[in-house]
Each structure stands twice: as C-alpha cells, then as structure tokens.
C-alpha cells in the first residue's frame, strides 16, 4: 500500500469484519462505501461476512460525473483533465455494472438519482437506508 499497490481482497475484507466485529454492538448496520468493487469480492464477502441487507447505487450521467470530477480537480492538487476522467470512467462501468447486476438479483439493490443537489441526493439516500430499519 505505501508503494502504491493494491491491498489484496483477502486483506480487506478481514480488516471489514474486525471493524464489524467490533462495533457490532454499537451499531444498527454498516456503511460500506466502494465496495465490493469486482462481483468476486462480493461473493466473498457474502461467505465470510454475509449478504447485506441493501445496496446502494449513486446512479448519475457520466456527463454529471465527468462534471463533478473535473470540479473537484480544480480544488485539488491531483488536476485531472477530461481524457484522464474518461479512462477512469470506463474502468468504472466496466467494474460496477457487473457488481450491480450480481446484486439485482442478490438482495435489495436501490438506486439513487444521483443527478440532484447534494441536499436532494442525501435525502433520497437517507430515504433508501430508513427502507431497511
């Protein structure tokens, strides 16, 4: 990780459970942001941890996404152009659309309309988490 490597799976997701572990009983449930981000660590996670009970979506344009990364690069020290944006945009469908697909059919897949303000966005995801408790 210092050399700027990937954390093998493995690694991840024991860190994932002890931190579970741990709150376990301080806690209603877990957010988990990014991941799984390949279906087989989806898979896994569902053998050793157990199938969550919801998944969100952020589902946007990639138009509002290209948008929203090149304005955050103004403000950052990493500048990203759009090519840049575009690559990475394209790993992204090719790594989460196989993911969404496999938890469509898993569990309880809810997506966002991610294209609204900050504040509507976080409403409707508030909206999605309440579904659950």
């Given at each position: 990780?210092?050399?700027?490597?990937?954390?093998?799976?493995?690694?991840?997701?024991e860190l994932l459970k002890e931190a579970m572990l741990a709150s376990l009983s301080?806690?209603?449930?877990?957010?988990?942001?990014?991941?799984?981000?390949?279906?087989?660590?989806?898979?896994?996670?569902?053998?050793?941890?157990?199938?969550?009970?919801?998944?969100?979506?952020?589902?946007?344009?990639?138009?509002?996404?290209?948008?929203?990364?090149?304005?955050?690069?103004?403000?950052?020290?990493?500048?990203?152009?759009?090519?840049?944006?575009?690559k990475r945009l394209e790993a992204y469908y090719r790594a989460s659309i196989p993911?969404?697909?496999?938890?469509?059919?898993?569990?309880?897949?809810?997506?966002?309309?991610?294209?609204?303000?900050?504040?509507?966005?976080?409403?409707?995801?508030?909206?999605?988490?309440?579904?659950?408790?």
């Amino acid at each position: 990780m210092e050399r700027g490597d990937l954390v093998p799976s493995g690694i991840i997701l024991e860190l994932l459970k002890e931190a579970m572990l741990a709150s376990l009983s301080d806690t209603k449930g877990f957010l988990i942001d990014s991941y799984p981000q390949e279906v087989k660590q989806g898979e896994e996670f569902g053998r050793r941890i157990g199938d969550p009970h919801l998944v969100i979506c952020m589902d946007c344009s990639a138009d509002t996404m290209t948008n929203r990364l090149l304005q955050r690069s103004q403000s950052s020290p990493c500048a990203e152009d759009t090519s840049t944006i575009a690559k990475r945009l394209e790993a992204y469908y090719r790594a989460s659309i196989p993911v969404i697909t496999y938890y469509e059919t898993k569990t309880q897949l809810h997506k966002v309309n991610a294209e609204g303000t900050p504040e509507e966005v976080f409403l409707q995801l508030c909206t999605a988490i309440d579904s659950i408790f």
